[in-house]
């Protein structure tokens, strides 16, 4: 798994954020910071990221990813 290719494709759907990954194997970790989950649900988070990687888990190349987006408000409590 390609760990930069996957960073910078994050980071151009999700300009400004911060961003930790962890990959082991398959599996793909994240943490996300960003304003742009500002009003959304966990849920409605979590499927922004899953379209950003929509290409990459239909290959095959990440087959779980687990995941923390907050705000920036939300990551400074």
């Known amino acids: 798994m390609d760990e930069s290719a996957i960073k ?3 980071q151009k759907g999700l300009p400004q954020c911060e961003l930790e990954i962890a990959v082991e194997g ?3 970790s994240l943490k996300i ?4 989950f500002d009003g959304l ?4 988070r979590q499927q922004k ?4 990687l ?5 290959s095959g ?3 779980a990813v687990s995941m923390v987006t907050m705000t920036v408000a939300e990551a400074n409590q």
């Open 33 to 36: 910071i960003s304003d742009e």
């Open 54 to 58: 929509d290409d990459r888990i239909k």
């Open 26 to 28: 398959n599996k793909l």
């Open 41 to 44: 649900s966990r849920v409605k």
């Open 61 to 63: 190349e990440i087959h």
């Open 8 to 10: 910078s494709t994050l």
């Open 49 to 52: 990221i899953y379209v950003l």
